[in-house]
């Protein structure tokens, strides 16, 4: 289930949630970013009450959780940077962030949880890193708002790996942390009332934009490892480098060619490397106990 998770939210984040947005032009992006607070603190609740004989953990009391208070923080930024970057027509800049993210959340369960790669995997982070340098090199500036997507959702799925509460019961408690803020501002700005019904409804679909794929995403976060999680995630930006270009006329530079063709080719050597190991596990599972059955 936890690949099925993965490509759920990683495909929602691809192409659905960005054109969501995109159809919000003209909306600020603070403005945005309440309401997507506001309705998907609502959305989670309705999800809880209807759902609540399924949960398999209790509202989180335990000392671990006060962690929930930083991965509020870090998805809070991580949205309103993507908001900036999609509501500017900088696409292809949140591609890269997203391209550069599996690299940070790699690093981070190497250093943090001491996860470990198989050499082939290792070849594949080498060659995702040497696409992101070259893509870098050949831009020729830093790319501030790439890196800061890439490594705010990075430390976010390591938050949530460690937190290791319900998903649904983690985003409930983020989004209402967050909810001080973002409800004040959807009640008392100017700048956060709806032009007209049609703007509202897609302001209010924001909560199940939102919490859909980020629950997706921490379900798979507690089943799947970093390295694993963190690679699958090239889908997202993929597709999103493609609606960018694609439908919103946006260029595709040299550099991102590059790294495009690097990043899959690492994807495809991971996978292949995933497919066989898991292979390899299933037979050596099956042969134990058919030797259990002979003994």
């Not at 506001?38 to 949960?55: D, G, Y």
């Not at 990043?263 to 495809?268: G, K, V, Y």
Request: proline content about 5%; overall charge positive.
């Amino acid at each position: 289930m936890g690949l099925i998770y993965a490509l759920l939210a990683y495909l929602s984040w691809g192409l659905v949630v960005p054109v969501h947005f995109r159809l919000l032009d003209g909306v600020s992006a603070e403005a945005i970013l309440a309401h997507r607070i506001v309705w998907s603190a609502v959305f989670v609740t309705i999800l809880l009450i209807v759902l609540r004989r399924r949960l398999a953990n209790p509202f989180p009391l335990r000392r671990r959780y006060a962690l929930l208070i930083a991965s509020a923080a870090a998805i809070a930024f991580n949205w309103m940077l993507y908001l900036v970057a999609v509501g500017s027509g900088h696409m292809l800049d949140a591609s890269l962030g997203y391209f550069i993210n599996p690299l940070v959340s790699v690093g981070l369960g190497a250093l943090v949880l001491g996860e470990r790669l198989r050499p082939v995997q290792w070849v594949s982070v080498g060659i995702a890193l040497t696409g992101v340098v070259i893509a870098l090199i050949m831009a020729g500036r830093l790319p501030l708002l790439s890196l800061g997507l890439a490594i705010s959702f990075a430390l976010y799925g390591l938050l949530r790996k460690i937190v290791g509460v319900d998903a649904m019961i983690g985003f409930f408690a983020e989004t209402f942390l967050l909810l001080p803020v973002a409800l004040p501002y959807v009640l008392l700005s100017p700048d956060a009332v709806p032009a007209d019904g049609r703007q509202f409804g897609l302001l209010l679909l924001t909560g199940v934009t939102t919490a859909l794929p980020l629950i997706w995403f921490a379900a798979a976060a507690q089943r799947l490892s970093l390295a694993t999680l963190g690679l699958m995630q090239y889908l997202a930006p993929s597709c999103l480098m493609l609606l960018g270009i694609v439908f919103y006329g946006e260029t595709l530079p040299p550099d991102r060619i590059v790294l495009f063709a690097l990043i899959w080719l690492a994807l495809l050597l991971y996978a292949g490397d995933s497919l066989r190991t898991a292979r390899r596990n299933r037979a050596a599972v099956r042969d134990s106990r058919s030797s259990d059955l002979r003994g």
